[in-house]
């Protein structure tokens, strides 16, 4: 293991989510620095943390950079401290209590399944790859696609954009059976891990319907998934940045009625995130709240043509009326 250094900045809720939606829209950001908040204690809820890991000692650039995130009202006091080595993705998720999220059971391999009819059981061991089920956003999207499912949506073509384990992936693959399912990740780590994890809950690995294709893609930005398009089910639990940056990609790759699943993103950026959706023609269904975070299920515009064209289009294809008479 390589050494990781971490600096804490401790301050109100509101500057380190202020801090956190700035760290999304740096386009030039070192990517070897994993920045993170939270509160400190759930009887706390306004003592934030924010948390910065890097694989080296901060040097006066790194803290700069993160310095520069609160803006105007830098913060007083940064603890630095070298951490001993140890995966501490891994290490934050051992010993996890199995949850429920509408129809699904997520549990790690020291908890026993539960075979009560009517609910999915995954298993879902501590990894390096982000999505066990139990942060509120991976939560709130299990029971989202629960909640599409009771609601009719139909879905033959699913792509699930940022899979991290692959359990989003493989809900969507166990609500809807026979769909063509592709999963991707801009980290290499993801793609061995989900395939680890699709073995392990016996979710079929190939390219026909009932089946799982993994590949590694930023964002929409690749040929297999553009191939395999249009979807009927495009799922994205990332960040807020990315959902508005890819919010015309994800438009383009929905077949016209189809459904869009975000997350990842703070409740103070859903107006940010809806507004970037809403241009490219995507409407709110509905909407779930879990902690600080939305998710958000949104549908394609069956016809993107606007209504005053269409009115104009009508007016054109009527049968010309006679000379004196009128329409009311």
């Known amino acids: 293991m390589s050494q990781t250094w971490k600096i804490s900045i401790f301050a109100n809720r509101e500057p380190i989510e202020c801090a956190l939606a700035a760290h999304e829209t740096v386009l030039d950001w070192d990517s070897e620095i994993v920045i993170a908040g939270a509160e400190i204690a759930a009887d706390r809820p306004d003592a934030w943390v924010l948390e910065a ?3 080296r000692k901060p040097r006066k650039a790194d803290k700069n950079a993160i310095t520069a995130l609160f803006g105007d009202n830098p913060p007083q006091d940064m603890q630095i401290e070298k ?10 998720q051992q010993g996890l209590e199995p949850i429920r999220a509408g129809r699904f059971h997520i549990r790690t391999p020291d908890h026993a399944a539960v075979s009560d009819p009517g609910i999915v059981d995954f298993v ?4 390096q790859a982000f999505g066990t089920g139990h942060h509120e956003t991976t939560a709130g999207c299990l029971a989202m696609l629960d909640r599409m499912k009771r609601h009719g949506t139909i879905v033959r073509n699913c792509a699930d954009i940022g899979t991290g384990t692959g359990v989003l992936a493989f809900a969507a693959l166990r609500l809807w059976p026979r769909a ?5 990740d801009v980290d290499p780590i993801c793609a061995a891990v989900t395939m680890d994890n699709a073995v392990a809950n016996t979710i079929p ?3 026909r319907g009932g089946e799982l294709t993994i590949t590694i893609a930023n964002g929409m930005a690749h040929p297999l998934i553009d191939a395999r398009g249009p979807y009927d089910l495009v799922i994205a639990n990332i960040l807020a940045g990315p959902l508005i940056a890819l919010a015309p990609d994800f438009a383009r790759a929905l077949v016209p009625g189809g459904s869009l699943l975000l997350a990842g993103l703070i409740s103070s950026q859903e107006t940010e ?3 970037a959706c809403r241009r490219s023609g995507l409407r709110l269904a509905a909407r779930i709240t879990r902690g600080d975070w939305s998710i958000l299920w949104l549908r394609k515009r069956i016809s993107a043509t606007p209504r005053r064209a269409r009115s104009h289009a009508r007016a054109a294809n009527r049968p010309a009326m006679p000379v004196g008479t009128g329409e009311w």
């Open 53 to 55: 890991w890097l694989p």
């Open 83 to 92: 951490l001993p080595e140890t995966d501490w993705v891994t290490q934050s």
């Open 124 to 127: 879902i061991p501590a990894s």
């Open 180 to 184: 063509i399912l592709t999963a991707s």
């Open 205 to 207: 690995l190939g390219a």
């Open 273 to 275: 995130v809806r507004r």
